[in-house]
């Protein structure tokens, strides 16, 4: 399993970046595949995950949803965040994890339940 983020950059407050997170090695009909952020001294938090086809949903974590959208193109074998109307609290760098299976819903967001990462990629978002 093989997991490779980028895309991240520097903008301005309003902004946005789109992520990509190219995967082989598995399927997401078996995986779930997620973004997952960390800022300085703070734990690697789940920023929006694609569940498997046993009931695949996309969640999103509240401090996210109505500006972050995901998506997948399972011919790429790419996931995409797209990051709309960025703050200065989105500064962080992002990972993309995987994991076989599909989680509870309370936990898929939780970064400890995913076991395969990316090498991440820095998002800064400051005027």
């Known amino acids: 399993v093989q997991l490779q983020a980028s895309g991240g950059g520097s903008v301005q407050p309003g902004g946005s970046l789109r992520l990509s997170c190219a995967f082989s090695?598995?399927?997401?009909?078996?995986?779930?595949i997620g973004w997952f952020r960390q800022a300085p001294g703070k734990a690697r938090e789940g920023v929006s995950v694609?569940?498997?086809?046993?009931?695949?949903?996309?969640r999103y974590a509240d401090s996210v949803k109505g500006r972050f959208t995901m998506s997948k193109d399972n011919t790429r074998r790419t996931v995409y965040l797209q990051m709309n109307d960025l703050k200065p609290e989105d500064t962080a760098v992002y990972y993309c994890g995987a994991r076989a299976g599909r989680l509870v819903m309370s936990a898929q967001l939780a970064a400890p339940h995913y076991n395969y990462w990316g090498q991440g990629t820095l998002v800064t978002v400051s005027s």
């Open positions: 090695g598995f399927t997401l009909d078996d995986y779930s």
């Open positions: 694609i569940t498997n086809r046993r009931g695949e949903s996309t």
